[in-house]
Nanobody, 118 residues
Framework: VQLVESGGGLAQPGGSLRLSCLASESIFSLYTIGWYRQTPGNQRELVAAFVSSGNVDYADSVKGRFTLSRDNAKNLVHLQMNSLKPEDTGVYYC?????????????WGQGTQVTVSS
């Protein structure tokens, strides 16, 4: 599975950005799909992801500000980021897991930079 991210860039505090992740396969075939980020000095962390139940898990730090959505027909997952804060600055990665038999395969996109600064 190939994952291609787009939509990063520079935003002011309080502003918005929308990230998109295009999967090379039907997102119905994926066990989970979502976004992680790596902020300066920190480990990569979950931002938001569709989990196997179809629900969305959000990091506490983004609840109420970020919204994860999907376009099944186009194999796209979007992360709408509102009320951005400087601490949201980092590299955002699309991630997907795919179960094949007894094995779980983990895939990552190349990452897209998000910078929140005035």
């Amino acid at each position: 599975v190939q994952l291609v991210e787009s939509g990063g860039g520079l935003a002011q505090p309080g502003g918005s950005l929308r990230l998109s992740c295009l999967a090379s396969e039907s997102i119905f075939s994926l066990y989970t799909i979502g976004w992680y980020r790596q902020t300066p000095g920190n480990q990569r962390e979950l931002v938001a992801a569709f989990v196997s139940s179809g629900n969305v898990d959000y990091a506490d730090s983004v609840k109420g500000r970020f919204t994860l959505s999907r376009d099944n027909a186009k194999n796209l997952v979007h992360l709408q980021m509102n009320s951005l804060k400087p601490e949201d600055t980092g590299v955002y990665y699309c991630n997907a897991d795919q179960r094949v038999g007894d094995l779980m395969h983990d895939y990552w996109g190349q990452g897209t930079q998000v910078t929140v600064s005035s």
